[in-house]
C-alpha cells in the first residue's frame, strides 16, 4: 500500500499549531484504519520521521516468548542510513533496552559521545550524529521502541502519544491476526475430527493424528507415544521423523511424555536445555536434538456403553509431542490445539480399542463354535477354516468390497455349524449314506441359521448357512432355491466347500489331486455351480492365494 505522506516538515513547522496537530492525528486515524500489521508499522513510523524530520527510524517490538528481548519490526526513511544501522545493531539495541527499562524516552544529541555507541565507519553524508528512543507504552507497560535518527524536531509528547496510538492499534491488529488465525486453526480442527470419526482403524487414526498436528502446529517432528499396561513404559508407537521399525520405549514417568502421561498436564517447554525433566536418551535414539517441546497427555474420555455393558472409564492411554516449532516457540494456543487434538484422538483410539476387542471376543465366539464340531468330526478338522479363507480369496478376485469379504469370511466359516446338532455317527460313517441319514444331514444349514438366529450381526452371513448348499444339491435344499436366486455369498461359499472337500481326506476316500480336483468342479460349471466363482477360484490359487489341506496332491 502506498504510503499517504504528509507536507514536509518546513511547511508543517510554519502551519498553524491547531492545523498541524489536526492532519497528524487524521493522518494517525487514517494509518489506525489498516489491517495487516505490517503496513500499520511502516506508515506510523513513516509519520514519526516526518513530524521529527528525522532521516531514517527503526522499530522493534519485544517478543511474545521472550519479554527480555527485542525484535525489529519495520525500518522508513532514507534507505542511505540503513546499511550503517546494520553496523551498529548492537548498539541500537542497547539504547532501545534501557529505555524499555525505564519506560521513559531517552533523547542523545551527541551518539559518538555516548559509551554505548559504537562507531561505524560513517561518511560525512551519512553520519549518525543523534537519535531519540522513546517506549511505546500499552496501559503503562512497554511492548517496543522506536528510535528515529538525526532528528531536526523533537516534540515528544506528540511522538510518545503517537507511539503509545501504535502501540494500541498493534495490539488490535495482533489480536485480530491471532482470532483470525486461531479460527482459521480450529476450522481445520474441524475438518480433522471429522476425519477421525470416519475410521476406527487404530493405525490410520494416529496417521492422521501426527501429520495434522505438525501442520497446525508448524513444528519439525510429532511423535505418539502409547502406554504399554504391563511395563507402564511410554512406547513409541508412530513418529514424522521415524521409521517403523525403531522401537523407543521410555521408561515410566521419565521424560516429559512421562511426566505429562503420569501428571495429564501438558507443557510448553522454550529450551529443553534447562528442562531437567527431558529424557535425552530419545534424541540420541533417534539422531536428532530437541531444543523446543509441547506436549500433551492422550486421555481419553469417559464412554458410556449403554444397555448392560457398563462405562469404559477416562484413562490416560499415552501422550503426543511436538519439537522444534519452525516460526519461533511454542505458545499457549499451541497448547490449547494439541490439547484438543490429542483428547479427541484419544478418545477415538478409546473406542476403537473397545471395537476391536468386541470384534476380537465375537470372532473368538465363532471360531469356539467351528471348533466344537472338529471335535464331532476330526476327519473335516480346519475345512470350515479352510472355505472361509478360500472364499475370501476368491471374493477379492471378485473385486468385492471390504465389508462383503467380510461377511463371506465369517459366513464360509459358519457354513457347517449345524453340522454340531448332526449324530456323531452319520458324521463319522466311513461308507455311503442311506436316504434317511442324507436327510439328517441335509437338516444342518437350519440349525445352524437357528444356533446363531440371535445374533442381529449375523444377517447377512446367515445366507451362507444354507444358500450354498442351495447350489450343491441342484435341488434346492432346505428352501427350494435354484440359479441365481442364490446370494453370490452362497454362490462363493459353495464353490470354496467342494473345492476344500475334493482336496481333503475323508473317511470313505483318499484326498484328489488338484488336477482332478479342478476338472470335476469345471464338470460342475452352471450345473452346481457358477462358472464365473469357479474362474475366481482358478485365479487366487494361480496366484498362491488358495493353498488345499495336502498340498502335496498339487501335482506339477
Known sequence: MKSRNLDPVGPLAQADENSQ??????????????????????????????ISGASTG????????????????????????????????????????????????????????????????????????????????????????????????????????????????????????????????FEAMVDIIGEFISTLDPHQVLNRIVEHAKMLLNAEAVSIFLVDEQSGEAVLHLATNVSQDQSIRVPPGEGLIGHVIQSGETVVISNTDLDKRHYKGVDLDLGHTTNSLIAAPLHASEIVLGSERGVAHAKIIGGIEAINKADGMFNDGDAEILGILANQAATILHIAQIYTNADELFLSTIRALVAAIDLKDPYTEGHSQRVSEFSAAMAEELGLSLEEIRHIRIGALLHDIGKIGIPDHILGKPGSLTDEEFNEIKKHPALGAKIISEVKSLRSELAALAEHHERLDGQGYPNGLKGDQISLIGRVVAVADVFDALTSDRPYRKAMDIDNALETLQNETDHHLDSQIIESMLRAYKRGKIRPQNSETTSS
Not at 489536526?22 to 516526518?50: C, G, K
Not at 548492537?90 to 534501557?98: F, G, K, P, T, V
Not at 524516552?105 to 555516548?114: A, G, H, K, T, V
Not at 562507531?119 to 553524508?125: F, L, Q, R, V
Open 21 to 50: 496537530l489536526f492532519q497528524i492525528l487524521t493522518r494517525a486515524n487514517q494509518i489506525a484504519d489498516e489491517t495487516e500489521l505490517s503496513e500499520l508499522l511502516d506508515e506510523m513510523l513513516n509519520l514519526i520521521i516526518q
Open 58 to 185: 527503526m522499530l522493534y517490538l519485544l517478543d511474545e516468548n521472550n519479554r527480555d528481548n527485542l525484535v525489529f519490526k519495520a525500518a522508513a526513511g532514507d534507505e542511505d542510513f540503513r546499511p550503517v544501522l546494520g553496523g551498529c545493531k548492537d548498539s541500537q539495541l542497547r539504547i532501545a533496552q534501557d529505555v524499555v527499562q525505564k519506560r521513559e524516552p531517552e533523547i542523545i544529541e551527541n551518539l559518538e559521545s555516548d559509551s554505548r555507541w559504537c562507531s561505524p565507519a560513517e561518511s560525512k553524508e551519512t553520519a549518525l550524529k543523534k537519535v531519540i528512543s522513546f517506549p511505546l507504552l500499552l496501559r503503562g507497560k512497554p511492548t517496543g521502541v522506536v528510535q528515529v535518527f538525526n532528528y531536526t524536531h523533537s516534540p515528544l509528547v506528540l511522538m510518545q502519544f503517537l507511539g503509545n496510538r501504535m502501540a494500541s492499534e498493534i495490539e488490535k491488529s495482533f489480536l485480530l491476526n491471532t482470532s483470525q488465525h486461531r479460527g482459521e486453526r
